[in-house]
C-alpha cells in the first residue's frame, strides 16, 4: 500500500524538503504547510521552500518557516505537493538531487514523475489528499492544520462551489466548525480580500476584455508593463481569469501574463461545461484539470493568442 511505504520513508529519513509547483496558489501553499505540520507533528524538521512566497498567504501557521533556498545536496526525501510535472516544480533541483522522492497530487496530467506517486485526480485539491494521508497517518487535524488545508480546499474549489466538490469537503469543513475554527475568517482572507495591485490589474483587464466566438469565449491580457506599473507582487494575478467565465454564455474564459522572459506567455483557462480545458494545455505542454488548466507557450501576444484561439475553437 504506498501510504504505508510514504510513512516508512517519512521516518527512514533525516531530512525532508517540501516543494510545490511555481507560482504558487492557496493549494500550493496550505499543501506545503500542512505537510509540514504534519512532518513536526510526526518528530521531523521539514524544510518548506517556495521561492516567491505571497504575501496574502503570510497568515498561515507556518509561513514564517518558508525559505526560499537551502542546501541542495542535503535530503534524504522530497515531497512535491500539488505539482503535475517536474518541469513545473518550484525548486526542482532539491527535488532531483534528493535520495528518495514522493508526489502527492490531484492533476489528471500528473507525470508521475516520483519514485512513490499518491494521485487522485478525483480530489478537488491537493488539501483534500492530505485529509485522508494524515488520518492514515493517525495525526489530529488540530487549528493549525486544519487552516491550512482549509485554505487550500477553498482556494482550488473557488469557495466550494466547482464540481469537483466532495461530500468529504463539506463534512471536513463541518469538522473544524466544530472544533471552533474560525471557517468564514479564513474564507475571508483566501479569497474575498483582493490586494490593491490585484484591483489594480482587474480593471486593466477588464477594459481589455474581448468576447469572441458568439459570445462563447473571453479573451484577456496583461503584461510585464502592467506589473510594473501597478507594483504587482507574485500572486497578484490569481483568480482574474475566473472573471470570464462568469458571464452569461461564456464556455471558455482565457487569460495569458507575460512571462519573466518576455518572450513567452503563460496562459491561464477557465470552462464552464464542454471544453476540456486540461487536453488544450497539454498541446502546448501543460495541462491541469478540465475545467482550469494552464501552459506556457513562446511568441508574441498576438502570436500566442492565435495559436490558442484556433484550439478552442476547434474544441467548442
Ligand atoms: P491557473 O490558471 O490557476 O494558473 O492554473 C489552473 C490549473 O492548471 C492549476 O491546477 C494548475 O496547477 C494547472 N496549470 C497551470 N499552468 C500549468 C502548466 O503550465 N502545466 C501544467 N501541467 N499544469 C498547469
Ligand atoms: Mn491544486
Known sequence: MTLDTIVE??????????LAHESPDGDAIGSVLAMGIALENMGKKPDRIIKEYPRRFAFLPGADKVKEASDIEKYDLAIALDCSDLRRLDGKEYFENARKTIVIDHHSTNT????????????PACCEILIGIFTYFELEINHDLGTCILTGIITDTGGFKYQGVTPETFEFTAELLRKGINVSEIYEKVLETRTKS????????????????????TFTYMTNQDVKEVNAEPGDHEGLVEIGRG?????????????????????????NNN?????????????????????????TLEQVKDKILSEVKKAL
Open 9 to 18: 520513508e517519512i521516518q527512514k529519513a533525516n531530512s525532508i524538503v517540501l
Open 112 to 123: 508521475m514523475y516520483g519514485d512513490i506517486n499518491f494521485v487522485n485526480p478525483v480530489a
Open 198 to 217: 490585484n484591483f489594480e490589474l482587474m480593471k486593466r483587464i477588464l477594459n481589455r476584455m474581448e468576447v469572441l466566438e458568439d459570445g462563447k469565449v
Open 247 to 271: 458571464i452569461e454564455g461564456v464556455e471558455v474564459s482565457i487569460f495569458i501574463r507575460q512571462d519573466e522572459d518576455e518572450s513567452k506567455y503563460k496562459i491561464s483557462m477557465r470552462s
Open 275 to 299: 471544453v476540456n480545458v486540461s487536453k488544450i494545455c497539454y498541446l502546448f505542454g501543460g495541462g491541469g484539470h478540465p475545467r482550469a488548466a494552464g501552459c506556457l507557450i513562446q511568441g
